[in-house]
């Protein structure tokens, strides 16, 4: 062992012990729509707070640029595929390019545990007829969880897909609350978490699909489970220049099984993080924006973080 392995760093700190639960709400307060002082595809309202955990803003991506109510988050640009009035012929699918995004990042050595979310949705006479949640966690391969929601007349289709039946119905959303249970899929999250709404089979490109509101509940904890070694010889990445004096860094992979890397300083503040791009090859890094000094690569794989020290000098 000490042959491989130069310096250990063991099991971090159990769960039980450091647990912080937070219960995050998004209302949508801020945004300002339909007007020429729209407040754009970016939710400028304070997000919540909680410790250990940093939440970002709510944005829209590929729909219009408007949201066409304030107070809420309502979007059209929606992809087509329902006809108003049919309630039995859909002919779209999800489109990975439309989508609510909002991410959410547990602090340095912190894991995140989601235990569900919740979010009040509604659509337009001629909005979308289906919507789903997926993430970062399998690269928004699935979507997520478990769904239910409390308005009997919105279905869930397979598990976890949202389907308006009625399309004569487009209740106010206070009564259609949707909830995600990700069980499992969502436990020991170590690195920054998007959550993506998606909306598609809408009857027209002015319909909307709309959330009112979005909570987040779960728990901050240590990271648990998980072993960190630094500098170990069978490290699955090489690191070179090192020291790095020319404003960059490569990191080469030596293994595909690995979720992401990241630049970490002294005090464990994630500088930059980098996903799997899946393509094996080396990866140039700019670190010409870091003052001289020492870091950390972290470098994240399905059983354990490996991590190096990277010394940067100008």
Known sequence: ?????????????????????????????????????????????????????????????????????????????????????????????????????????PAAGYALNIVDIAFQATRSGTGVRNWAVRTSADNFGANLGTAACSNTNIAIQGGNTYFWSADTYTAFATQNICTINPGSSLANITTPLSVRFYGWNAEASGGTFRIDSATFNGLAVLASGLKEYAHSLQAPF?????????????????????????????????????????????????????????????????????????????
């Open 1 to 105: 062992m000490i042959k491989n392995l130069l310096l250990a760093a063991g099991i971090l700190s159990g769960v039980a012990a450091s647990a912080q639960s937070f219960n995050a709400s998004y209302s949508f307060s801020a945004v300002v729509g339909g007007t020429t002082s729209s407040t754009g595809t970016l939710d400028p309202t304070p997000v919540p707070t909680a410790a250990n955990v940093t939440f970002g803003p709510f944005t829209a991506v590929g729909t219009n640029t408007t949201s066409s109510t304030g107070g809420v988050f309502s979007f059209t640009g929606w992809s087509l595929g329902a006809t108003n009035g049919n309630n039995t012929t859909f002919t779209g699918a999800i489109d990975l390019a439309k989508y609510y995004n909002v991410t959410i990042t």
């Open 238 to 314: 090489k690191l070179l220049p090192n020291p790095s004096t020319n404003g960059f860094v490569t990191i080469e992979p030596l293994t595909n099984d690995y979720a992401n890397f990241q630049i970490v300083d002294v005090l464990g503040k994630v500088i930059l993080t980098e996903r799997n791009d899946k393509t094996g090859n080396k990866i140039k890094v700019d670190v010409s924006a870091l003052s001289e000094g020492t870091y950390f690569v972290r470098f994240n794989t399905s059983q354990r973080t490996y991590s190096e020290k990277l010394i940067i000098t100008k």
